[in-house]
């Protein structure tokens, strides 16, 4: 697609209840990331995946969280028994993946979805 | 990453140029620094990024000291849709396509 596509919008949700956010990344992107923010917050990196290699986990708050990227392509972030802390917008990002003879040009333009509006009640 | 230092916000006039400073006095040799902005409501989007020179594209120009331990991101003709944050962020020589790390930026404002 032109962009990266995030749904939904806005999810509001009881405390307890698990829930799903997709994102579909620009085609041919095979890095893709997930981010969250806060309420007048900065963004908190969640999870990033990079082609077939086993994804950096290392934001993720809790286990709670997990992700996964089907076929390459379009990732679900699940967050299971919500809590009204993970209220925040859920951002998605894709970039193209940097060959390692590139990595020094420093060409990782990150490109953002409008993000998903995740309210706890 | 190295650390970038911004101020948390500045105001300008519309019309004018907003010259918004970043402070990455840690930077090493070949570390790219890159610009991104969040419109509210918005996902961050991508500006310029640069080494060495001097960037320009259709919307920023980035000016890097000499000794590379500042710049300065230039929008020449501010508007009011230029209103958001806008985060410096430096990245260390090998990243490649590992996340980008993103500081408290500047809130821009800019007034009619």
């Known amino acids: 697609g032109a962009g990266v596509s995030q749904s939904p919008s806005n999810k509001v949700t009881e405390k307890g209840k698990d829930v799903e956010l997709r994102c579909d990344p620009i085609s041919g992107h095979t890095a893709l990331y997930w981010y969250r923010q806060s309420l007048g917050q900065g963004l908190e990196f969640l999870i990033y995946?990079?082609?077939?290699?086993?994804?950096?986990k290392s934001g993720l708050p809790s286990d709670r969280f997990s992700a996964e990227r089907t076929g390459g392509s379009v990732s679900t972030l699940t967050i299971q028994r919500t809590q009204q802390e993970d209220s925040a917008v859920y951002l998605c990002a894709s970039s193209l993946w940097v060959p390692r003879t590139l990595r020094s040009s420093g060409a990782n333009v990150l490109t953002f979805g409008a993000g998903s509006r995740l309210t706890v009640l | 990453d190295a650390k970038t230092t911004q101020p948390p916000s500045m105001d300008c006039a519309e019309g004018r140029a907003a010259n918004l400073p970043c402070n990455h006095s840690?930077?090493?040799?070949?570390?790219?620094v890159y610009w991104y902005r969040q419109i509210h409501s918005q996902g961050p989007q991508y500006i310029i990024h640069g080494l060495k020179n001097n960037e320009t594209n259709e919307m920023a120009s980035l000016i890097i000291t000499e000794d590379r331990k500042s710049s300065t991101l230039i929008l020449p003709h501010a508007t009011l849709r230029d209103t958001a944050v806008y985060y410096c962020i430096v990245r260390p020589p090998g990243a490649g396509n590992t996340p980008l790390v993103f500081g408290k930026g500047t809130r821009l404002s800019v007034i009619a």
């Open positions: 995946f990079q082609g077939n290699s086993a994804p950096d």
């Open positions: 840690t930077i090493s040799g070949n570390e790219y």
